[in-house]
Structure formats: structure tokens, C-alpha cells
């Protein structure tokens, strides 16, 4: 296809019929192959500013890529998800954290869920911190979950990031665990993305006040529990989801990136929209991809010794990442396109972003 689109936008003119003598294609096959190309060939040339913002921050970002970098300099995150229902959501967040270029992916999850995990893929370092059905009989509750952190805790020192939520489940022992991860020094070391499960814990967990980001990534109804979990908002008896987001992002001393047909994302005293075109499908395992993707990218952040008042422009590239990959994805499968297909063209997509001469 790179060929063919190489032909279609050379400057030297070539017939029709010689074309289709040379690539061996029959009349219908030739025109639809057109029709593909020239939609790839739009989509290359046509990048927008905001695109090109998000390129340039990731090219600013990303690690280089000249043989002097030893295994996980080029990205090291911790995944704190999975149950025995849910094994998807930390596979879908630690392999999109690899795909945009990170190295080593640790996912910390219920033992009872590590067996299907390590099965989608050997590329992930799947760890069991505790046992659901151990926690249930022992004798001992403190000391259960007192182990389960530290098996948290003694690995920690080698992220550059962690994401905490996706599959991880409601449990009330999960809230205690949290904390304790939360209020321990060692955690405050490094940026933390909140999705999914774990944003059911605010405000009930002590944000790190610290230089670290920590950063939120609900849905709109997601959003709506969180807000009302906060102090109130006096004035507004009817926020709109912006300003209960930039009210969130306030209270809770944290960034909020509101997923939606257009994100929105605050540090409460600013704001930016990402309004790249995504895909007009939504499945599921797309939020969980987003926040693997914001990880990946706050860890590398975190490596530059970057400045916080950067953060807001890096979450709205991650955004920008992930959607023109479902973009993609949406032009090639349709209604066809599941999460896993999106994963496969998180790689093409940053490409498009951070090179000028992209080659889809």
C-alpha cells in the first residue's frame, strides 16, 4: 500500500494501464486500492495545528533512540488494576503504554487475575500482590493488607509512573491498601494517573501534595460521582461538566482529563480542549488505552525533570494520540473495530504526529 501510494503522489506521471500492468491488479481491485491510498494519502496531508502541537510536545518527550539507552530508560510504568473480573482493562493500559514507546510495563493485580493477563501477552510483568480469596479467610486482615502494600511498595523504586484502576474493582479492602500506598513516601516519587475503578475512592484518598501530577481521567458519569464526593460548589446549582471538572481539579489538587466527543482538560486555574477527530464508534478498552497512554507519556515527562505548568499540554497530546489511532482504526475496520485493533495503530499514529514525512 506504501508503494502504491508512493506512485499515486509521485510527480512523474505513469498510465493507468501501466500501473495496473505493473502491480499485477485487476480493474476493481485497482480502483478500490485507489480509494484506500487517497484516503491514507488525505490523511497525511492534511494535519492539523493542534496535531502538530501534539507532535512536537511528544517528539519533546520521547526518549532517543541512538544505542546508548539501557532496558527501561526509555519508560518504566506500574499498573495497579485487574480482578477476576476484569483482566482486560490493565492489559489494554500496560500494552498501549508499550506501543507509544515505553519499555517495561508492571501490572499489580489480584492473583486470581494474573494467570488470563500474562496469557494475552509475555511482553508484561504481571505481579500478584494479594489474593482476593486469601484476604477473605485470613485471620490476620491488617497484617494481609500491611503485605500486599509492600509488595507494592518494595518494587515501586523503578517507576517513572503508575496508573491505578482499570479492572481493579470496588472492594472496601482496596480503599485501605490505596491509602496506605498513597500515604507513603515512597509513592510520592513519581506522577499517578487515577482511571476508572480507583476514581470511586475520591476524595476519600489523600492526594500527594507534592510537585508530582496526579491526574483523574473520568467519563462523564464518572465525573458526576466524583463531584459529588466534593466539598460544594457554591453559586452554580447547575455546573456544566467543565466546571464541575475545573471544580474537581481545585478541590482535589489535581489535573482532570474529562473524556467525551471532545476532551477537556484542567488544572482548575486552566484549561485546554483536545478537539482532534477520533472515532465515531466507542468501545470498550478506549479509556483504559488513554490512561497508558497519559502514563507512558507523564513518565517520560518525569524523566526530563520537567516543569508541572507542562502537564496540561502533554495530557492533551496523549489525548490527541489516542484518537487519531481510533481514527485509523475506524477508517480500516468500521464497525468491525475493537480496542485491540486500536492498539496496533498507536505506533502508526504517533508516527503521523512527531514526523513531518509520515508514512502510513
Given at each position: 500500500c506504501y508503494s502504491f501510494c508512493t506512485l499515486l503522489t509521485s510527480k512523474k506521471s505513469i498510465s493507468r494501464n501501466r500501473l495496473m500492468s505493473v502491480l499485477g491488479l485487476r480493474?476493481?481491485?485497482?480502483r478500490q486500492l485507489c480509494t484506500e491510498c487517497k484516503n491514507v494519502i488525505r490523511t497525511c496531508s492534511s494535519k492539523t495545528a493542534e496535531e502538530q502541537t501534539a507532535g512536537r510536545t511528544m517528539n519533546d518527550l520521547a526518549p532517543p533512540l541512538d544505542f546508548t539507552q539501557h532496558k527501561g530508560q526509555g519508560g518504566r510504568i506500574g499498573i495497579i488494576g485487574g480482578s477476576e473480573l476484569y483482566t482486560g482493562a490493565p492489559y489494554y493500559a500496560a500494552?498501549?503504554?508499550?506501543?507509544?514507546?515505553?519499555?517495561?510495563?508492571?501490572?499489580?493485580?489480584?492473583?486470581?487475575?494474573?494467570?488470563?493477563?500474562?496469557?494475552?501477552?509475555?511482553?508484561?510483568?504481571?505481579?500478584?500482590?494479594y489474593s482476593a480469596t486469601g484476604l477473605l479467610h485470613t485471620t490476620n486482615v491488617t497484617g494481609y493488607r500491611?503485605?500486599?502494600?509492600?509488595?507494592?511498595?518494595?518494587?515501586?523504586?523503578?517507576?517513572?509512573?503508575?496508573?491505578?484502576?482499570?479492572?481493579?474493582?470496588?472492594?472496601?479492602?482496596?480503599?485501605?491498601?490505596?491509602?496506605?500506598?498513597?500515604?507513603?513516601?515512597?509513592?510520592?516519587?513519581?506522577?499517578?494517573?487515577?482511571d476508572a475503578d480507583a476514581l470511586r475512592f475520591l476524595p476519600k484518598l489523600t492526594l500527594m501534595k507534592t510537585d508530582r501530577a496526579v491526574v483523574l481521567t473520568p467519563n462523564v458519569r464518572e465525573l458526576q460521582i466524583v463531584f459529588e464526593m466534593c466539598p460544594p460548589l457554591e453559586g452554580n446549582p447547575n455546573p456544566t461538566n467543565e466546571v464541575m471538572a475545573?471544580?474537581?481539579?481545585?478541590?482535589?489538587?489535581?489535573?482532570?482529563?474529562?473524556?467525551?466527543?471532545?476532551?477537556?482538560?484542567?488544572?482548575?486555574?486552566t484549561n485546554l480542549t483536545c478537539t482532534v477527530p477520533g472515532s465515531p464508534k466507542r468501545v470498550g478498552g478506549l479509556?483504559?488505552?488513554?490512561?497508558?497512554?497519559?502514563?507512558?507519556?507523564?513518565?517520560?515527562h518525569r524523566v526530563k525533570e520537567g516543569r508541572k505548568s507542562d502537564v496540561l499540554q502533554i495530557l492533551c497530546s496523549g489525548c490527541a494520540l489516542v484518537r487519531v489511532a481510533s481514527r485509523l482504526t475506524f477508517e480500516q475496520h468500521s464497525r468491525a473495530m475493537t480496542a485491540a485493533d486500536v492498539l496496533q495503530n498507536i505506533g502508526p499514529a504517533f508516527e503521523y504526529l512527531t514526523n513531518d514525512n509520515c508514512k502510513l
Open positions: 480493474e476493481k481491485v485497482f500494552m498501549s503504554s508499550m506501543k507509544v514507546g515505553g519499555e517495561l510495563a508492571y501490572i499489580f493485580a489480584v492473583s486470581e487475575a494474573c494467570s488470563p493477563i500474562k496469557a494475552y501477552s509475555p511482553d508484561l510483568i504481571v505481579i500478584p500482590w500491611y503485605n500486599a502494600v509492600q509488595q507494592f511498595l518494595s518494587r515501586c523504586s523503578v517507576l517513572h509512573c503508575c496508573l491505578a484502576g482499570p479492572g481493579l474493582g470496588t472492594e472496601p479492602h482496596l480503599l485501605q491498601m490505596l491509602q496506605e500506598i498513597f500515604n507513603d513516601p515512597k509513592s510520592k516519587a513519581f506522577p499517578w494517573v487515577l475545573d471544580h474537581i481539579a481545585t478541590s482535589l489538587n489535581c489535573f482532570v482529563v474529562l473524556k467525551g466527543k471532545e476532551d477537556y482538560i484542567t488544572s482548575g486555574a479509556g483504559d488505552i488513554l490512561s497508558g497512554t497519559l502514563a507512558i507519556l507523564l513518565g517520560w
